[in-house]
Each structure stands twice: as structure tokens, then as C-alpha cells.
């Protein structure tokens, strides 16, 4: 079974609901999943994350804000592992990594995957061109099979597993530093991470 | 400052597209073309940029001999120069490969910040200019929607799903330009005469195979028709069946 690394993001110690779902999507092509969690509260999501499927989970702890520093720490570990695949969730922080991880990897990049399989090491994509007007499969002959998977798409389903977890200390010296963040309102659902969009029309008369 | 921005002819947004008959590739038959959205807005920021720090921009794409049109209407918008690397096959690169080629010829341009779009809108993978930043070993920032540069610091803002994050970086950088940052100008009359004799040179480099493999390429699925449950206060009833019992989201 192939090693695939997986990025979860993590909010409060609350592991995305996209990134179970890329480890979902990682498990479905019979992988072994590798998962990494970075930031404040890592190590409360790592915790949940055998439960999904994860088999190892590691956790990075201390460094800085630095999209730089931790694709260098993601690649590192794919390197370690060493991973057939790596994977992250469409989102803007799955989408700003991983791209830096390829290069690390000297991988190309599957952006916003709907549909991934594996027979052995090698990897399909299913992912859309022109904002969907066609669907191209694409098979990969890159040294580690790098994507990011589009949210809603793929099954985040409960494998009632434990994961093994390990500390590692993160990089710095990153070139690029997040300074801040001006949050949304609490509570407030992300469209991206919503079951269900409901889209009104002129008829409603008024939200 | 040298400034370059980067920009990828695209099939134009109300495009009809057709899959080829070999169900690998697509018709491009018949296709007008455009410059992505997002790499309009690339543009746009590095003349900016030019404007307020001095220096200058060079136009830099992967294309065929038609994108001297692009480039030059940017040169008419206020870029100094503008280089094509002539490829005929820019539009099935994969996106190791067009970073690649792009990132040599970055290198040779001593340029110390680069504009990209957040993504070409024909492929959309959105991953070029980070790749290119990671083996120059720049700073690079995407999705950036506010940018601002002193001396050789710069900070931006870039759009997440948390909420707008403020990131400082060092030049050289690597900008991937979202939506917002910009409203991009129109060529003048004046502009468009200064530069229509100009030169935009061709230049030939060392190719990188792609990665990736298309093995079939297909229309997406046909979206089921639109069905009126009723009208009025008498198909609630209706529709909240359907939305339990068909659709499943009650």
C-alpha cells in the first residue's frame, strides 16, 4: 500500500471537515495515510484524526506563521515517509502549500481533484478544465503524486482507528511570515465547508 | 526595480468548448483566445508597482507567435518590454513544466518581483508562481487582494476562509494576484502608437517533459432538468418531499 502524506488544517484543535475528506480521498486509493498538523491546538485535532483513517499522525509544534517554512517541513516528511503521494484540500491554504510542496518534491501539481484512484504507485486524477466545461483524466508519472482535493466531494467516513503520533518540531526562518488575521465572524460557516447551499431568488422579496 | 509579470493566453470565458477527436486534448478550432482574468490584474499591479518605485516591467509568457497581440496591448498599458517563449504546445504543459521553463528565464531576468494571476483560467491549477518561488527561494504570497512595498519590505493581504491574513515578506517575491487588488487600466490612444513598431522578441529555450498524462478528456456530465413542483402556499407540501425524500438535505 502506498504512503500518502496528507496536510490537515485545524481550527481550535477542530480538524477541518476538507481535510477528513482528503483523508478520506487518500484512503480510497488503498493508501496508508500519514497525516500533519501544524499550529496552536495540533495536537487536540491529531488526537481525532486515527478515528478517520489516519495510521500516523505527526504533529508540528513551535516555528512561526510561515507558508514557506512548512511546506518545507510537509516536504521533508513526504521525503522521510517516503511517500507516493501527497495530498491537501483545496482550500487557500491547501492551495498556497501545495504547489510549494511539488517543487520540493519536483512533482507537478493536480489542482482541485473530484474523483483520485491508485493501481500500486500509480496514481489518476479526475479534475476539471475551463471551470468544469470539460472533465480530463490524468495519469502521473511525477516522483510523488501531488494534488489537492475539491471540498464536498470526497467521503470523510469514521474508520474508528487510532493513529500513532509523533512530535516534531517545526522549521524556521521562513521567508514569508503571517503578521495577522482579521477573522470572519465566529460562528459563521465557510460555503465551502456547508452541506447544503440553499440559492434564493428575486421572489424571496428580501433575506 | 525589475518587475516581471507573467501571463498565459487562455480560451475566452464564454468559449464553447468541443473535446478533440482523439478525446485527449480539446478543438481549438474556431476558439478566440484572451489573456486569464487574473493575469490582467498581474499585469496591472506590476506597472503599479513600476509607477510608484521606479524601475520596469517586462511582459513574459509561454506561447505561440499570437500572444505578441496580448503582450503588446500591455505595452501599450504602460510594460517597458515584453518576451515570448515560443511553444506551440504552452496549452498542454503540465504545471512542473511551464514553471520550469518560466522560472529559468525569471532567473536570467534578474528580476527581483514577479506577478502572476492567482491561476490561468483554462487549467486552473493555480500552482506556477509558488513552485517558481520555492526554487528561486523567494518569499511568495498568493491569492493577494492588497499590496504594498517599501523599500526592499513588502506586505500583503491575502483572502482565506478565516478571514483576510496579513503577510510580511522580503523581496524577491513571488505575487499571485487575486481578484480586487486592482481594477486594470485601458491602453490609450497614445500608448497604443508608442509601442506599435516595438519589437517583442521570440526566444527559444530547453524544454521540460511533463509529469503528467492525459488519458481522457470528456464533456462534463448533462445537468438534469429544472422540475416546477407547483406554485404558491399549495406546493410546499411538494417541495418539502422532494427535498426530504429526492434531494436528502431536509
Redesign the interface.
Known sequence: MPNIVVFVEQLSGKPSRASLECIGAARSCGGTVTAIVAGAGADAAAAELGRFGAAKAVVLTGGEASPDALAADLAAIAKEQGAKAFLAAATSAGRDLAPRVAALLDSTLFSDCTALSAQGDAFTAVRPWLAGKAIATLGSSAPVFCATTRPNVFAASEAGGKAELTTRAAQSGGKAKVTGIAAKAIGKLDVKEAPVVVSGGRGMKGP | MKIVACIKRV?TTE?Q?K?AADQKS?DTAGLSWMTSFYDEIAVEEAIRTKEKHGGDVTVLTLGSAEASKDVREFMARGADAGVILKDDQWHAR????S?RILCARIQKSGAEIAFFGK?A???????????????L???????VVALEIAGTQG?AK?????????????LP?VITCQKGLNEPRRANLKGIMAVKQKPIPEEAFEDVP???????????PARKPGRIVGEGAAAVPALIQALRNEAG?V
Open positions: 480560451p468559449a468548448v473535446v480539446l503540465d504545471v512542473r513544466s514553471a491561476l483560467t483554462d487549467r486552473d491549477n493555480g500552482g506556477v508562481g509558488p513552485m517558481i518561488a520555492t526554487w527561494g523567494w518569499a511568495c504570497v498568493s491569492d506586505t491575502r483572502e482565506t476562509e478565516q478571514g483576510i491574513e496579513t503577510v510580511s515578506f522580503s517575491a511533463n509529469q503528467q498524462q492525459v488519458q481522457k478528456v470528456e464533456p462534463p438535505v
